[in-house]
């Protein structure tokens, strides 16, 4: 019997076909990843290293923080999150950073980006340095990869004791060399002294040391010409400009440079050499000073300041007067509000005060100045001043105060044709209040005015 | 009012008359002590009087020439300072005042501090307590200008300029006046008074050194903790250094 041949049926040759691109698939994508190093996918090779020059540092020393991170190659290093520790007790100053190398580590071909910053310890005592934080960020082939280092505990010393007294603030190694741009000049002409400290430590902080020259030098303080590159490493120069005031061979005595050295924790003192110099007399001598031995300290056995006579009693004050300054700086703008308060607390006793009587044809004159006044005005307050003038005139006549209810009686003993006038003159000057008036109007009005008010001081004046 | 006035006096000059009192100090054998170059008993007269209240330009000039003589330089910055804040138009205090400033170590510095040189405008003619009576001058004649203004009904206008002026020298004076004081008391002047002090960054020993000043070199005190003080130098660097190294100038 012939074995019966039942052709697979569609549905399951899909079924082997699907399966067996399933296994191509999956054999590929296995090569894939084996051969590509597809660095990406494979960031958790990557690790950090920090380390830290010294554990135990003087207050002051410079030491480097350096940090790498190790990512395998072609991965972007650019996109790695990077939290500082916030080092605490500690002056920092980052180093240029470098490009990013190459090593092989393992076997494996890695990439390392290296950051290094320069701490400066401030005060004495343990600190701690917390852990550096550095997130590698999620790819579409892996999850996000936190890298962190350990802390570090770093005991800041303090500087030793007896320090020399040219150590003014030196940490590290150091060397250190002078010399003169001449050796030959004419008294009064400038001599450049340069001094060279070269050396690894704090360089870019190390100071001016200090110069003492005899009196007869005159010395001037140069702006540093270079700069160390590094903060850490380098020469650091000095100069100074020397102007001597006397002729003869002098010697420029040498320069000391204290510093501490960090590895043996002592202080080390660096000496220049000696160097001589001709300052020759110049053409005009100058009387210069005699050499003294030292610029400081100057000890006079024959004083030549004299003293001032004192007499032998001398008051000694022991009081503190500041209440009575207090008092004294009071008092005038007490007194200055006593004159304010009692003047108004008069004027409101007494609103209207009598008014000064004055004598001849003085209130005319005054009238007639006032009236000159109110024609630069406007119109409307040229016709209140008007009315004022004349009842003030009147006021200062009669010495009394002569209001608009009491104008009757004031001018009983004037005609009728004059009082009539008068008050014309008033109604016009009150109706220059109300009412529309033009400077034409006011003319006349202080013109007639003018007029009466002569006229009333003729008969008052007879 | 006359009558407030007559035992306000009588007060006033009784309060004085106690608080002055006169005391004998032998200033001749300091003086001859001085000219035999005897400068430590010239100085310990001088310094007894001193300690006896006497605040008087002449005793703390002596002092300070005694000082000089004797080679303490700082010192005798020190004094003469104070010489020129009791007495400021004696040329030869000024004269020794440039000669120390000229020789110490740290040189000349200039001021560099705008309140500080403003609050020291007037030092060179007048005394505080000079610049304080034309000041009180000044402030009362503006007052009593106001009073008349006030009370004044008439000419009002010529009083208005008189009294802008005087507003005007009355502020120019308070303000001098009061910067004066102000720098004074926030920042009392104080001398370098040991050879060498190593100024710190912090208020002990245990802290960053940062530079040394000399003796004789000028600062201002701004503020004290624990027996250190923390400084301003002219050029305006700062740090803390030990009290016990500098003195104030303003001896109280």
Request: proline residues 7%; contains cysteine.
């Amino acid at each position: 019997m012939m074995p019966s041949y039942h052709p697979p049926s569609p549905a399951m040759c899909l079924r082997l076909i699907s399966a067996k691109y399933l296994f191509v698939l999956v054999v590929v994508l296995f090569v894939f990843v084996q051969i590509i190093p597809l660095d990406a996918q494979d960031s958790g090779s990557s690790f950090l290293d920090v380390t830290i020059d010294s554990l135990t540092p003087y207050v002051g020393q410079p030491t480097i923080y350096t940090w790498q991170l190790f990512l395998p190659a072609g991965m972007n290093a650019e996109s790695a999150q990077i939290t500082l520790p916030p080092f605490t007790g500690f002056g920092q100053e980052n180093l240029p950073a470098g490009d990013v190398q190459l090593q092989t580590v393992n076997g494996q071909s890695m990439q390392v980006v290296q950051r290094q910053i320069v701490l400066y310890p401030l005060q004495t005592g343990t600190f701690t340095i917390e852990a550096l934080q550095i997130l590698l960020p999620e790819t579409p082939f892996q999850s996000a990869v936190p890298l962190s280092s350990p802390p570090f505990a770093v005991n800041v010393l303090p500087m030793p004791p007896n320090a020399p007294v040219y150590f003014q603030n030196a940490i590290g190694q150091f060397d250190v060399a002078a010399a003169l741009n001449v050796t030959s000049i004419a008294v009064g002409q400038p001599v450049i002294l340069t001094m060279t400290i070269t050396g690894t430590g704090n360089i870019q902080q190390v100071l001016r040391p200090k110069m003492v020259l005899p009196e007869f030098w005159r010395i001037f303080e140069q702006d540093n010409p270079v700069q160390p590159a590094s903060p850490v490493f380098g020469s650091r120069v000095f100069e100074w400009q020397l102007i001597p005031a006397q002729a003869g061979i002098h010697v420029i005595p040498a320069l000391e440079f204290g510093f501490l050295n960090p590895q043996t924790g002592s202080y080390e003192t660096r000496t220049t050499t000696p160097l001589p110099i001709e300052v020759l007399a110049a053409d005009n001598p100058t009387t210069s000073p005699p050499i003294s031995a030292d610029v400081t300290q100057t000890t006079h056995s024959q004083p030549d300041i004299m003293l001032k006579p004192l007499p032998e009693n001398i008051a000694s004050r022991s009081t503190n007067f500041d209440i009575w300054g207090l008092v004294l700086w009071l008092l005038p703008p007490l007194g200055a509000g006593l004159v304010a308060f009692m003047s108004s607390a008069r004027s409101r006793r007494n609103p209207s005060p009598k008014p000064e009587r004055l004598s001849g044809s003085r209130a005319l004159q005054q009238a007639q100045m006032q009236l000159k006044t109110a024609l630069s005005q406007s119109p409307k307050d040229a016709s209140v001043m008007i009315a004022d003038i004349i009842l003030t005139y009147l006021s200062r006549k009669t010495g009394q105060s002569i209001q608009r209810e009491t104008l009757k009686n004031a001018l009983s003993g004037l005609s009728l044709p004059v009082q009539k006038t008068l008050l014309d003159c008033l109604d016009h000057a009150d109706a220059g209040r109300y009412a529309p008036v033009s400077e034409q109007d006011i003319k006349l009005l202080v013109r007639d005015t003018l007029r009466i008010l002569l006229e009333i001081d003729k008969t008052w004046q007879a | 009012m006359a009558s407030l006035i007559r035992p306000f006096a009588i007060f006033l000059l009784c309060v004085l008359l106690v608080s002055a009192t006169a005391a004998q100090f032998d200033f001749e054998s300091a003086a001859t002590a001085y000219n035999n170059g005897d400068f430590a008993t010239a100085i310990s007269i001088y310094d007894s009087a001193l300690a006896a209240g006497v605040r008087d330009g002449g005793v703390f000039f002596n002092l300070a020439t005694a000082y000089y003589a004797s080679g303490d330089n700082a010192r005798a910055l020190l004094n003469y300072l104070r010489a020129a804040d009791i007495a400021p138009r004696e040329n030869d205090t000024q004269l020794q005042i440039a000669r120390l400033r000229a020789r110490r170590e740290d040189g000349n510095m200039q001021e560099s501090d705008a309140l500080v040189l403003f609050g020291s405008l007037t030092n060179a003619w007048l005394t505080y307590d000079e610049l304080n009576v034309l000041t009180w001058c000044v402030w009362t004649s503006f007052f009593v200008v106001w009073a008349i203004f006030f009370r004044q009904k008439h000419g009002r206008q010529r009083l208005r300029s008189v009294l802008f002026v005087n507003a005007s020298v009355m502020a120019v004076f308070l303000l001098l006046l009061f910067s004066r004081w102000y720098v004074g008391a926030t920042m009392p002047p104080a001398v370098v008074i040991e050879s060498s002090v190593q100024v710190m960054n912090g208020a002990g020993d245990n802290y960053l050194p940062l530079f040394r000043v000399f003796a004789a070199a000028e600062v201002r005190i701004l503020e004290e903790r624990n027996d250190w003080l923390r400084v301003i130098l002219p050029d305006g660097r700062q740090g803390w250094l030990r009290a016990s190294n500098i003195e104030k100038v303003i001896v109280p």
